[in-house]
């Protein structure tokens, strides 16, 4: 059973960063799993906001962080980190972790079947 947990979240000023860390473990096959970060803000749906491959070759992101957020993986740590820069009050939500060894399109949700918890990011203008 794979197990993930979130941390580093925060509430920051809009123009600032957060990094987000998410530690992975129960994984039969590290490399066999997408891994991406998804987030939830109150009345809305929950978005993909990033992804990568199980050997760090591709990563996808969500039209509105591209070029603000970087997320990257550690296979060796069984983490997964995003990196959060120039953040705007709209970036704020519950982000979650989220992998699956399923194929499908990276942001729909309904692929992935491990979730973290999430960790709150607010952004104040």
């Known amino acids: 059973q794979v197990q993930l947990a979130e941390s580093g979240g925060g509430s920051v000023h809009a123009g600032g960063s957060l990094r987000l860390s998410c530690e992975a473990s129960g994984y039969t096959s590290r490399t066999a799993y997408i891994m991406a970060w998804f987030r939830q803000a109150p009345g809305k749906e929950r978005e993909g906001v990033a992804a990568i491959e199980g050997r760090g070759l591709g990563t996808y992101y969500a039209d509105s962080v591209k070029g603000r957020f970087t997320v990257s993986r550690d296979n060796a740590k069984n983490t997964l980190s995003l990196q959060m820069n120039s953040l705007k009050p709209e970036d704020t939500a519950m982000y979650y972790c989220?992998?699956?060894?399923?194929?499908?399109?990276?942001?729909?949700?309904?692929?992935?079947?491990?979730w973290g918890r999430g960790t709150q990011v607010t952004v104040s203008s």
């Open positions: 989220a992998t699956t060894s399923n194929g499908g399109l990276w942001s729909s949700a309904s692929v992935y079947n491990y």
